[in-house]
């Protein structure tokens, strides 16, 4: 298991920015691929970004162009740049990593860091 920490969320009004933060207890060298997911009240938890350790990215559709997501490997860290933050985005953000080892994919989950996009 990776543990993993998320910071970085807060309140923002419409068209601001946030960066969120993501340090593993693993290098993310030894992860396949970590990502951002969001979860708003009573929506299922949706993928936001995804990132692979050759550095490949995958956004959903509703983000692209606005959120960019990018990894420290010098500092065990995944990060999520939020620009023109919409209301829509309001939701939970949690941090995910996977590892397979030995032919099996190994997830896990940080706590989740809230983001509130407002007036």
């Known amino acids: 298991q990776v543990q993993l920490v998320e910071s970085g969320g807060g309140l923002v009004q419409p068209g601001g920015s946030l960066r969120l933060s993501c340090a593993s207890s693993r290098g993310l060298f030894s992860i396949n691929s970590m990502g951002w997911y969001r979860q708003a009240p009573g929506k299922q938890r949706e993928l936001v970004a995804t990132i692979t350790s050759g550095g490949s990215t995958n956004y959903a559709d509703s983000v692209k162009g606005r959120f960019t997501i990018s990894r420290d490997n010098a500092r065990n860290t995944l990060y999520l740049q939020m620009n023109s933050l919409k209301p829509e985005d309001t939701a939970v953000y949690y941090c995910?990593?996977?590892?397979?080892?030995?032919?099996?994919?190994?997830?896990?989950w940080g706590q989740g860091t809230q983001v509130t996009v407002s007036s």
């Open positions: 995910n990593a996977q590892r397979v080892v030995i032919g099996t994919t190994i997830v896990s």
